[in-house]
């Protein structure tokens, strides 16, 4: 230990060093000490003892000894006990908690649905039910020995600008009536027992941006997810962080302007996307608006999308305008950005086969000036399970990243 170091800097340091090598076990494992030392530049002393204490804590197990060929004591392989913990998801709508609980291999081990009839604008009696549903979870994955699973962290996701500071404040959620900034993540805890699981609060769509950018098979280092459900929104992910920028607001495609002189947003600008591409804006132009405030979203998309395939005049030109302005806002976020993939989810994926002619036409000139230029535009992958798919991602890469939230197995039941 360096003596210089004030002693929260050497834990510190410490706990990131037991990330790195529960990662690279994870990532690479099985493995044997003497690779993780050189993949993670740590001195084999310090991985031998990084080893013993992540054992220790029940999330590295030793495989038998490999039978090599070679003269000397083989090596015993490393690999990742996924089932020490688990992480949980909790997507919260104004309808219902969507819940779902994974082991550290990422493997979903538990789903189910709470459905809720809160008031809006009381955040605290949202608190009560997600802390009521943390401390269920934390108890059925426990047994009496403690041998775990252990509920390692939870991560809450939820439509509204998440500021990204150590508070993590929920700026404004209009959909759940809170129109002023709630700190969600501390009323949570508040609600836990002493000692209990972390928890974190994150953007729904920054989440399902993240989930989006894990499932590519592919090397990108930007991706930009444009959604539409109620209205427009998205996420950033670049060099594979979600991207909140200085207030938590990055990543609203549905606010690009896309027209000088368009009409007036809810937002306080002209022309945004959403004025063209939002699923009122569609469907009011192609007849449908009737249908959607008297059926719902659900009624009004069924009927466009048979509309569509039939060719009717009027829907086809609904979507070719919003295909209009989602290229334009396109060619914003890009030329800002230089993402490499462009996500569509929601109604926009299910929009994909009849939007996509028209945005690739309109990119034809920037391609054509920048022959390197590779945007791909697709539609989503995970659709309305990516929100949880990336909350599960995330909260599973934090405990990777920092084991230290795991505590040490009870000492009469190690093996
Ligand atoms: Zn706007």
């Given at each position: 230990m360096d003596p210089a170091l004030p002693p929260t800097d050497s834990a510190a340091i410490r706990r990131r060093n037991l990330g790195l090598v529960l990662r690279h076990i994870a990532d690479h494992g099985p493995c044997a000490r003497t690779e993780v030392a050189a993949a993670t530049g740590l001195a084999h002393g310090s991985v031998t003892a990084l080893v013993a204490d992540l054992t220790d804590r029940g999330l590295l197990r030793e495989d038998d000894a490999l039978r090599s060929g070679t003269r000397g004591r083989p090596g015993r392989p490393l690999r990742l006990a996924p089932e020490r913990a688990v992480v949980a998801a909790i997507q919260i709508t104004s309808e219902q908690l969507r819940v779902a609980v994974c082991d550290l291999a990422g493997a979903v081990v538990g789903r189910e649905t709470v459905p809720h009839e809160l008031a809006p604008?009381?955040?605290?009696?949202?608190?009560?039910?997600?802390?009521?549903?943390?401390t269920r979870?934390?108890?059925?994955?426990?047994?009496?020995?403690?041998?775990?699973?252990?509920?390692?962290?939870?991560?809450?996701?939820m439509a509204g600008p998440v500021r990204d500071d150590a508070a993590q404040t929920v700026v404004v959620a209009p959909d759940f009536g809170w129109m002023r900034p709630v700190g969600l993540?501390?009323?949570i805890t508040d609600r836990l027992p002493d000692s209990a699981v972390a928890v974190d609060v994150v953007n729904d769509a920054n989440a399902a941006a993240l989930a989006e950018f894990h499932a590519l098979k592919r090397d990108s280092r930007g991706l930009v997810l444009i959604e539409a459900g109620t209205g427009i929104g998205g996420g950033v992910v670049l060099d594979g962080?979600?991207?909140t920028g200085s207030h938590g607001i990055a990543g609203e495609p549905g606010h690009v302007p896309v027209a000088m002189d368009g009409p007036d947003c809810v937002c306080g600008a002209r022309g945004c996307l959403v004025c063209y591409a939002g699923p009122e804006a569609v469907f009011a132009t192609a007849g449908l608006a009737d249908l959607l405030h008297d059926k719902g979203l659900q009624a009004a998309q069924a009927s466009l999308l048979t509309l569509l395939?039939?060719?009717?005049?009027?829907?086809?030109?609904?979507?070719?305008?919003?295909?209009?302005?989602?290229s334009a806002a396109i060619l914003s976020i890009?030329?800002?950005?230089?993402?490499?993939?462009?996500?569509?989810?929601?109604?926009?994926?299910?929009?994909?086969?009849w939007l996509a002619p028209v945005v690739d036409a309109r990119l034809t000139g920037r391609r054509a000036l920048a022959p390197g230029l590779d945007l791909r535009i697709t539609p989503s992958a995970l659709g309305a399970d990516g929100i949880v798919v990336g909350a599960l991602g995330f909260a599973r890469r934090a405990i990777l990243s920092d084991p230290s939230a795991v505590p040490p197995l009870p000492a009469a039941t190690r093996s």
């Open positions: 604008g009381a955040p605290e009696d949202m608190a009560d039910l997600v802390a009521a549903v943390v979870i934390g108890d059925t994955a426990a047994d009496d020995l403690g041998r775990g699973p252990v509920l390692a962290r939870v991560v809450v996701a993540r501390e009323l962080r979600i991207h395939a039939a060719g009717d005049a009027r829907a086809t030109a609904a979507i070719d305008t919003a295909a209009q302005a989602l890009t030329a800002l950005l230089d993402a490499d993939e462009v996500v569509l989810g929601g109604l926009l994926a299910d929009w994909f086969p």
